[in-house]
Structure formats: structure tokens, C-alpha cells
């Protein structure tokens, strides 16, 4: 099973941008899929989930401002970041959990794609 997630980018404050993570292999449907983050000189943390039947999970941090999403037919998980605060600059990469449900502890997924970087300026 691979992971390549893309979309990363610099934006302004208050900017949106879109991440995408196509997962080859396996069986996309039966998967959940979560976003993580490492910011600079930080521990990797959980941003989003969506399980295997649409549930959606989200740090507090991220709350109201980002969404996340599947498309089932693209082997495509989606993470819609709205109002982007410098705050949000980090490496974020996708994982895909053996598992239909959601979890926000990385050490259950079992795939990881490379980290696309969002980088917010002030």
C-alpha cells in the first residue's frame, strides 16, 4: 500500500489550500484515513480522521476551520484547510489504518505517505 499526498504550499494568513492523499493498493474503502502534522522542533500531531463510513474526527485546534473528506471511486482522502493561521505551518502527512474506524493515535495507522508541506505566512 502506498501513500502520495500533495497540495502543500505558502499561503497568506487567512488563506485555504487543499491537501490530497492517494492511496495505491489495498482496499481504500475499507480504511480510515487520518491527517497528522510535525511542525518545526514538534512532536507529530493528529489533525483529522474520517472512518470507512464517513465519521469525521478533528483536534480542537483545527475545529470549524478544516475539513476532511473520501472519495471512495479516486482512492482519495481530501483535507480542506480554511482560514490558515501561521500557527497551521507544518508538514502534514496522511495515514491509512487497517481499520473502518477512527482513531486519533498515530501509532494505529499503518501506512504513511512522505508529508506535504503548508507553510502560512502572517
Known amino acids: 500500500v502506498q501513500l502520495q499526498a500533495s497540495g502543500g504550499g505558502l499561503v497568506q494568513a487567512g488563506g485555504s489550500l487543499r491537501l490530497s492523499c492517494v492511496v495505491s493498493?489495498?482496499?481504500?474503502?475499507?480504511?480510515?484515513m487520518g491527517w497528522f502534522r510535525q511542525a518545526p522542533g514538534k512532536e507529530r500531531e493528529f489533525v483529522a480522521a474520517?472512518?470507512?463510513?464517513?465519521?469525521?474526527h478533528f483536534a480542537d485546534s483545527v475545529k470549524g476551520r478544516f475539513t476532511i473528506s473520501r472519495d471512495n471511486s479516486n482512492n482519495t482522502a481530501l483535507l480542506q484547510m480554511n482560514n490558515l493561521k501561521p500557527e497551521d505551518t507544518a508538514v502534514y502527512y496522511c495515514?491509512?489504518?487497517?481499520?473502518?474506524?477512527?482513531?486519533?493515535?498515530?501509532?494505529?495507522?499503518?501506512?504513511w505517505g512522505q508529508g506535504t508541506l503548508v507553510t502560512v505566512s502572517s
Open positions: 474520517i472512518s470507512s463510513t464517513q465519521f469525521t
Open positions: 493498493g489495498g482496499t481504500f474503502n475499507r480504511y480510515a
Open positions: 495515514a491509512a489504518e487497517n481499520y473502518p474506524g477512527v482513531d486519533t493515535r498515530e501509532s494505529k495507522y499503518d501506512y
